[in-house]
């Protein structure tokens, strides 16, 4: 990634925003607090290999948290961070899907 002094965000969005299924996951972690991976697959109608490797991206560039209870896997939009904010706030402007 080329880092670009007057960016707030050290990533492309082409690259956030680069399938269906990202912005997905996106929106649906946007409009929950805290989400189970079973209940992300659900919500975003895909497989879990499929939703885990999104997943991962995310973790890889600092968007999402995970918690893990036992067997249960916790996602979450990291919200204290600038990028989680705007993408909170902006995907909150439209209505749910």
């Known amino acids: 990634m080329e880092k670009n002094r007057n960016s707030w965000v050290d990533i ?6 680069a399938t269906k299924l990202r ?5 649906i972690l946007a409009r929950c607090k805290e ?3 079973s ?5 975003a109608r895909s497989n879990h290999a499929e939703v885990m490797k999104q ?3 995310f973790k890889k560039i600092g968007l999402v948290d995970e918690k893990y209870y036992g067997r249960i896997h916790i996602i ?5 961070k600038l990028l989680g904010k ?3 706030d902006f995907f909150k402007m439209f209505k749910e899907p």
């Open 76 to 80: 979450r939009i990291k919200s204290n």
């Open 12 to 17: 492309k969005a082409e690259d956030l925003l």
């Open 86 to 88: 705007i993408l909170i």
């Open 55 to 57: 997943v991962e991206y």
């Open 35 to 37: 989400i189970n991976i």
């Open 23 to 27: 912005v997905k996951i996106i929106n």
């Open 39 to 43: 209940g992300l697959v659900k919500k």
